[in-house]
């Protein structure tokens, strides 16, 4: 396999829409067949999908969802929990969790993150079906990420979506910087992606308590949502309709299977 390829079948893997990882590794096994070395070198793909999407996994002595990413690597395939004070290693490809071992946060801003792990978690109980998070000290200690990932799963009605959010906290300067992320993917006789991003910064007040920083990303979050909803609205009232009548002229959808038994009426003479 020449690099070419493996950088090639690498951008599918990172491409991967929200819980369809397994699929595409699927269909890398099935059209490599005669390679089965292949997926060994798609290690780094793996790796980098699973920390830009916020993967979530169920620890073997755990009962909820924790989150890979950079922000809570330890390296050599190793990351941590804060909230349930465990480091455990994760297999990229099967994204398995396994050696689950104690883990201590050692932070300046201990005392914040601890506080900011209650307050995030009754902003996702409130506002989120199923939601998982994570609080992390990043840059040497000097500032705080904040974590949340939120998936819907349905593919028996052939969509799937993911909110991502990530905010950075910066304590001696009470900057709040992150983005907002929505990946929607809907294939049902088709093939239609969402990718969205909104940027976030906000200059805080001095010293501001986790209830503080929170209310101000749900005020974010919020409208987030509430942009979207009228995007939404504006493209099924204006562009879609604009591409095509959402029925034929005779008011009836046509069954296609079908189709060889329609005709076209020719008018009748006079």
Partial sequence: MVLRDVATISSFVEGAP????????????????DEPELLQSLGPAFEKYNQEQFATVKLPS????VIISSH?????????????QTSFSFDHSTQKAAAVQTHVLESKHSDLIKSLLKSVATHSREHYTSASYGVYPIQDDSAVAILLVANKYSPNNFWNGRWRSLY?????????????KVDVHYYEDGNVRLITRKPVSLSLSSSPSSSDIIR?????????????????????EGAFKGLRRQLPITRQKIEWDKISGYRVLRPTPD
Wanted: no cysteine; hydrophobic share 35%.
């Fill in 18 to 33: 929200p819980g369809e990882l397994a699929d595409i590794i699927a269909d890398i096994k099935a059209l490599t067949v």
């Fill in 62 to 65: 755990g009962s909820q969802q």
């Fill in 72 to 84: 809570n690597a330890l390296g050599h395939g190793r990351y941590y929990d804060v909230e349930s």
């Fill in 168 to 180: 950075i906290f910066t304590p001696s300067t009470s900057q709040l910087t992150g983005d907002i």
């Fill in 216 to 236: 101000e990303i749900g005020n974010e979050e919020k409208q987030y949502q509430a942009e979207l909803n009228r995007a939404f609205n504006n493209l099924s």
